[in-house]
């Protein structure tokens, strides 16, 4: 029988955690006068009880070492429980969404989404403002401790490349993962109080730049304006919005060898280059559309093209402009472009940019064995041998995640919905990017005018979306609880 007291244990110091930082927003509130203030402090209460009652009963007499299944179970419960309670000022605050909406909202800050249900978010009360960046700053730094301890252990679509780099002795920053942990968690602070001061001295106040801030590194897109970064029609903004959305796109482990003397770490590193490769190529090609086309011209063309892409395959999230009245080219472009992902190992969400990289090296070696059945062929990453187990398990996953899409855009047809609002939404949750595409979902709307029953179906593509597939899918299999 599966032991779920470790994870009662740590989902408990989890909420504890949660219900900590809950005191944060109450005290914006409180320096304004706004009632909310109550909604976070008894919220806080509630978590927090609940959290150490958790921990009381998982506690063991022991260290104990996670199994398999128990890893892959208190990996998906972490997110399901927090969500539910990060929910909770939110369903009660003034804006006074459905729990469903709340619950959208929550999941969609700590899977770093950015869709959200909320509108009146220019004269909303500071304190949830602050709760929806947090919940995104938290969500962030989560994410990146799950891509370097969880998934490679868990060998989750290719992810196993990283744990065997990782785990030579020879490669290895640090003894633990602890301080590995640590370090990164460093290195994130120091990002977010970086982009913090460039977006003050561009112009935002200092509560909008650090309620920005947060979104930029976490890659997440969740603003304190209805328009997002378009509302502050500064350019100096958007080249800050570029930059933090870049910097939490590359893999924060790039960062610890910088920090070790290592500052070619950024230009060896091959996934990194075809990242940026991708939004380069991208970038000319929108921009010189909206050129010819003579949609946008000038330096404005060039910021916004870059904007756009930057924030889409870095699945973040800001506007800067409507891009959904640039075109079909337009709309086509930034979809595919959702599908791709930044890189592993940062904070963005995708199928990622080395999963790409293998799928294509494994599609180059299928087609040099038709044409030369007798020669020997070696698919390479980063210098490294892969082997047909890893391509394969790539390949898996594509196919997963797109047979996904397909089925949950199918269901939300099933509403009403016009393809594009259904399947954009179902790709923007999906990939963890934010906005999707057209006049409902797209970056001049939002979510908020979809059934309850819509909302948790798009809650569940975030929560698989951004635990990588297999964590929460090999839940669903009879044989998992059978042991």
Not at 69 to 75: E, G, I, P, S, V
Not at 379 to 402: H, K
Request: with cysteine; glycine share 10%.
């Amino acid at each position: 029988m599966l032991d779920l007291r470790p994870i009662f244990s740590v989902n408990g110091v989890l909420l504890v955690t949660l219900g900590t930082f809950m005191f944060i927003p109450a005290l914006f509130d409180v320096s304004v006068g706004n009632q909310d203030w109550v909604v976070f402090v008894v919220s806080a209460g509630v978590t927090i009880f609940l959290g150490v009652s958790m921990t009381l009963a998982g506690r063991q007499s022991g260290p104990t070492r996670l199994s398999l299944r128990q890893a892959f179970l208190l990996t998906t419960l972490a997110w399901v429980i927090v969500s539910a309670f990060a929910a909770l000022p939110i369903y009660f605050s003034e804006f006074r969404p459905s729990y469903a909406g709340a619950y959208f909202e929550a999941m969609s800050a700590l899977t770093t989404t950015g869709s959200t249900v909320l509108v009146g978010l220019d004269t909303g009360p500071p304190g949830i403002l602050m709760w929806r960046a947090l919940l995104q700053g938290l969500g962030g730094i989560g994410i990146i401790v799950l891509a370097i301890s969880v998934l490679p252990m868990l060998q989750i679509g290719g992810m196993q490349l990283f744990r065997t780099e990782s785990s030579d002795r020879s490669e290895k920053l640090l003894p633990r993962t602890a301080q590995i942990s640590g370090a990164i968690i460093t290195i994130y602070v120091l990002l977010v109080l970086g982009i913090t001061i460039a977006f003050a001295l561009a112009g935002m106040t200092l509560f909008d730049a650090f309620a920005h801030a947060l979104p930029a590194i976490s890659t997440g897109g969740f603003s304190t304006k209805d328009a997002s970064i378009g509302f502050f029609k500064s350019a100096a903004i958007e080249w800050v919005a570029i930059v933090g959305m870049l910097l939490g796109s590359l893999p924060f482990l790039a960062y610890l060898h910088f920090l070790r003397g290592k500052p070619a770490v950024f230009f060896r590193d091959r996934q990194i280059r075809v990242f940026i490769g991708i939004i380069v190529v991208a970038t000319l090609a929108y921009w010189l559309y909206v050129e010819l086309r003579g949609i946008v011209s000038g330096h404005d063309a060039l910021r916004w093209t870059l904007f756009n892409v930057v924030t889409i395959i870095s699945t973040t999230g800001f506007v800067a402009a409507d891009y959904t009245n640039w075109g079909p080219f337009s709309d086509v472009l930034l979809f595919i472009i959702m599908f791709l992902g930044a890189c592993s190992g940062s904070t963005a969400g995708g199928i990622k940019t080395f999963r790409w990289m293998i799928a294509f090296e494994g599609m180059r070696k299928a087609m040099v064995k038709t044409v030369y059945p007798s020669s020997v062929i070696v698919a390479r990453y980063q210098g490294r041998t892969i082997d047909d187990e890893l391509i394969l398990s790539v390949y898996t996953f594509i196919g997963i995640y797109v047979f996904v899409f397909f089925c949950i855009g199918l269901a939300i047809t099933a509403w009403g919905y016009d393809w594009v609002t259904a399947f954009s939404a179902t790709i923007a949750c999906l990939s963890n990017v934010g906005p999707g595409l057209g006049p409902i979902v797209g970056p001049a709307g939002n979510f908020k005018d979809f059934p309850d029953a819509v909302l948790w179906l798009l809650s569940f593509a975030m929560l698989v979306g951004r635990l990588e597939l297999f964590t929460v899918l090999v839940l669903l299999l009879p044989r998992f609880w059978r042991g």
